[in-house]
């Protein structure tokens, strides 16, 4: 039994005919008759009853038309889940780039209504694996990347904000805090292993004014750093951009910058969804 079999069995009942079934799968008509007559033969049992120009199901035929059309969907399905889709893009990324993110992916689907856009909330590691198997187009990094098989295209740069609860005592000046003003409060960071980086940078500003920060507890996996100053409102933070929450004041900033960049496949397909949305973030700033 082959796909090609249920396809003309499917189309000569649909059809009524196998000759309009033959037009409909651009075949000649003794094409779709030998295959059926083969398909019979295999199955022991005759699908169709053939009286003159009226081809009607036989009991058998019946049976197998509603499994033959649920075989051939599965194959569908199943081409479907390895085939690239030019009109569908999954995105990796954190909540930090939830703001770029949904900016790009709404100018992108205002010229493109049918594209599905997929916006994945992964940790660091887990986002450049998404794109090496393929499971996302791009993942949106700060930092450097180092992997066989990708590679990274620049779209901006974060200046990233210090940011307070409203009811903290530095949030009332208008001023940025000096890094020793800093120092005396916690300091509010995602896990050194998450946000590797980050925590480089913030030692080396610090080290280089000669200022040990004060670190409070960690932010907690799943729980945005901006509402746990609310919780914590003797504490402050590094945010990437202000986030315009009410609660939060935000102060420009530690004297380092961060670049951003889209990580994608060497090997990946041509997809022009993605070159666009590539154009949209790289403008974001």
Not at 95 to 124: C, G, N, Q, W, Y
């Amino acid at each position: 039994m082959e796909f090609r079999q249920l396809t003309y069995l499917v189309a000569v009942a649909k059809h009524g005919g196998f000759s309009p079934a033959a037009r409909a799968c651009f075949v000649s008509q003794s094409a779709v008759s030998h295959q059926i007559a083969a398909l019979e033969r295999e199955l022991g049992v005759e699908l169709f009853h053939r009286s003159g120009r009226t081809v009607t199901l036989t009991e058998a035929g019946e049976l197998l038309l509603p499994r033959a059309e649920q075989l051939l969907a599965l194959r569908d399905d199943a081409i479907a889940a390895v085939t690239p889709r030019p009109d569908r893009v999954a995105v990796a990324a954190n909540m930090s780039f939830a703001r770029a993110a949904l900016t790009a992916v709404a100018a992108v689907r205002e010229r493109h209504p049918e594209a599905e856009i997929d916006f994945l909330l992964k940790p660091f590691e887990q986002r450049i694996d998404a794109v090496a198997s393929g499971e996302a187009d791009l993942a949106l990094v700060r930092g450097t990347v180092d992997r066989d098989g990708l590679y990274r295209d620049p779209l901006w740069v974060d200046q990233p904000v210090i940011a307070f609860a409203a009811r903290h005592p530095l949030a009332a000046h208008v001023r940025s805090p000096h890094l020793a003003e800093l120092a005396s409060y916690p300091l509010l960071l995602p896990a050194a292993d998450k946000q590797v980086l980050l925590h480089k940078l913030v030692e080396k500003v610090f080290a280089r004014a000669g200022v040990t920060p004060h670190y409070g507890p960690q932010s907690r996996p799943g729980h945005p750093v901006a509402f746990e100053l609310i919780n914590q409102p003797d504490s402050w933070t590094i945010l990437y951009e202000d986030p315009l929450a009410p609660g939060i004041a935000c102060r420009r900033s530690l004297d380092f910058t961060l670049p951003v960049s889209a990580v994608l496949r060497t090997d990946a397909t041509p997809n022009p969804l993605v070159a666009e949305l590539l154009t949209e973030l790289s403008s974001y700033r």
